[in-house]
């Protein structure tokens, strides 16, 4: 049963789910066994059963909400927290350079948001990068990377890959093209549908978060897949509910997630971070803020 909220007003039913392909990414690369994000998946499936109509009223009832993280403060925030528990460092922009292979049976993982080549994602991000900037430094590598999907591979990347990455790398375009990537897929999709659940600026870094950590997945342990059992839980405050008691929920069910597979897996981005700012009452993700990860202390004055 429903845990009832607070609040007495709904303005807004749950958005239905469209399915798509599934797959996790970790602090430590993508973990789960699902299939890779297929070409032709929407990075926003909780609208694409929605009408022209009900899409165009969901960008109104946006266009009038306070940009919370998407504000450039805010999303410089989170890059920063998102930074410290995937690479142990608020410099997420010194990332972009960044390629290895950590042995999560997903092939190298590289870049700000770790794109696998074992997850279609870093493919995707090359393809898209390569129709606007042919002749690329990594464009010799579409045929492999298209070959090494889905699995671990190294076969038509080693031993030159890397080193092509590292050089493209230094390149503002392919830079941007690393942040517009992850925008469209991670960052856009969840900040807009934790604003349609009535999230404010924390929750929309804590779906965020999960996005990149479990990936935008329907099933149990992807992002869309938790939402709905959050939502069996307690009611989002778009339908009335606690926004806190709404977002402890769905911290449990991302912690619970990690550990399914590896019950000795470290959680902290959740204990000693976000579910402090939430304990903390900083619904805003208000600054100065001070956090800890794998044990290390991290601030933002």
């Keep these: ?34 299939p890779a994000l297929s070409p032709s998946a929407s990075a926003q499936p909780y609208d694409k ?18 940009p919370g993280l998407a504000a450039p403060a805010k999303k410089e925030l989170a890059q920063q927290i998102v930074a410290s528990a995937e690479n142990s460092t608020l410099d997420w922009r010194g990332q972009y350079g960044y390629i290895e292979d950590i042995g999560d049976d997903k092939g190298y993982t590289a870049g700000i948001i770790g794109f696998c ?8 991000l090359v393809e898209r990068y390569t129709k606007d900037h042919p002749g690329n430094g990594l464009a010799r590598y579409l045929p492999a990377l298209r070959e090494v999907d889905g699995s671990d591979s190294h076969e038509g990347l080693d031993p030159g890959f890397t080193k092509a990455w590292q050089a493209e790398a230094k390149k503002k375009e392919f830079r941007d093209a690393q ?7 991670y960052f856009d999709p969840a900040v807009r549908l934790a604003k349609l ?13 999960a996005m990149v950590l479990h990936g935008p997945g329907t099933g149990p342990s992807g992002f869309y897949g938790l939402r709905e059992a959050a939502i069996k839980e307690a009611d989002t405050p778009s339908q009335g ?7 402890d929920i769905f911290l449990d069910l991302r912690r619970d997630a990690m550990k399914a597979k590896r019950p000795d897996r470290d ?11 939430l304990y903390d009452g900083n619904l805003s993700l208000k600054t100065p803020l001070t956090w800890q990860v794998y044990g290390e202390t991290f601030k933002v004055p």
């Design 197 to 209: 659940d009535g999230l404010g600026t924390l929750g929309q870094f804590i779906y965020y978060d």
């Design 49 to 66: 059963d929605k009408s022209a109509a009900e899409r165009k009223a969901d960008d109104k009832l946006i266009a009038g909400l306070p």
């Design 267 to 277: 959680t902290t981005r959740i204990d000693t971070a976000q579910r402090q700012f």
């Design 117 to 124: 080549t074992g997850t279609h994602d870093l493919l995707t």
């Design 241 to 247: 509910g606690s926004e806190k008691s709404y977002l």
């Design 1 to 34: 049963m429903k845990r009832a909220g607070c609040l007495g007003l709904t303005f807004l039913a749950v958005a239905p789910l469209a399915t798509v392909a599934v797959f996790l990414m970790s602090p430590d690369g993508k973990t789960d066994d699902s």
């Design 179 to 185: 942040e517009t990537e992850r925008d469209r897929v």
